[in-house]
């Protein structure tokens, strides 16, 4: 949908689709792929490019923002880091999660993520078990435990965050966990050029659950 409008260019995260990985990771390397990606656009195109991420994705693309001026508008659907103290994640759940991928239960790490991270509901995750993207998915679940644990460094707190001077439009599910709301207001509450937008009755994935939504509110930012 965006693409009738704008020319669009999807990532394939280090580790994810055809980008490869390497042996040791940080959330800082993903900050300087999407920066990389940003510079050479701009340099083809000759003007800074907007970026777009979802979730982890946004946290990457405000890293990225704070590392180029090629990066010219952010669009974050609750990539924010949560506060000092306040944590996304329940109890436990990473020991859950690596014992799937001891296993090699790609499935069930995704399902144990969407569920007690996200918040899906078991409507909303059967729903999306029918979703074309579902395989791609899973097939990737393997990077979730590390990107967990990458979202504590210092490098990816509010505080640094926050700093981001470009414009950003960070997008919030209506629906979504306390927490994504807490950390997106807070955020925005840093940012000197931030914007929320809230779709009501969306969760943490309105881009599957309310395509229409979720473009109108892009491009009302971008223009």
Request: overall charge negative; some cysteine; aromatic content about 4%.
């Amino acid at each position: 949908m965006l693409a009738e409008t704008h020319s669009v260019h999807a990532i394939d995260r280090r580790g994810r689709g055809a980008s490869g990985d390497a042996s040791e990771y940080s959330i800082e390397q993903e900050f300087e792929d999407v920066a990389a990606v940003a510079m050479a656009l701009a340099n083809e195109s000759g003007r800074p490019i907007d970026v777009m991420g979802h979730s982890y994705g946004g946290r990457c693309a405000l890293g990225a923002a704070l590392r180029t001026d090629a990066l010219r508008r952010v669009v974050s659907y609750e990539g924010a880091p949560a506060a000092a103290g306040v944590s996304y994640h329940p109890a436990g759940v990473e020991e859950r999660l690596r014992h799937h991928l001891a296993a090699n239960d790609l499935e069930g790490v995704l399902v144990t993520f969407m569920r007690e991270v996200v918040g899906m509901s078991e409507d909303d995750l059967q729903a999306y078990r029918r979703d074309p993207i579902w395989p791609i998915r899973v097939a990737a679940a393997s990077t979730i435990p590390r990107e967990l644990d990458a979202e504590a460094d210092a490098s990816a707190s509010i505080e640094r965050l926050g700093r981001v001077a470009q414009p950003v439009l960070q997008i919030l599910g209506g629906s979504s966990l306390p927490v994504f709301r807490d950390a997106t207001l807070a955020l925005g509450e840093r940012l000197v050029n931030g914007r929320v937008v809230v779709i009501a009755g969306a969760r943490h994935a309105a881009h599957h659950t309310h395509p229409a939504a979720t473009v109108e509110a892009v491009l009302g930012f971008l223009g």
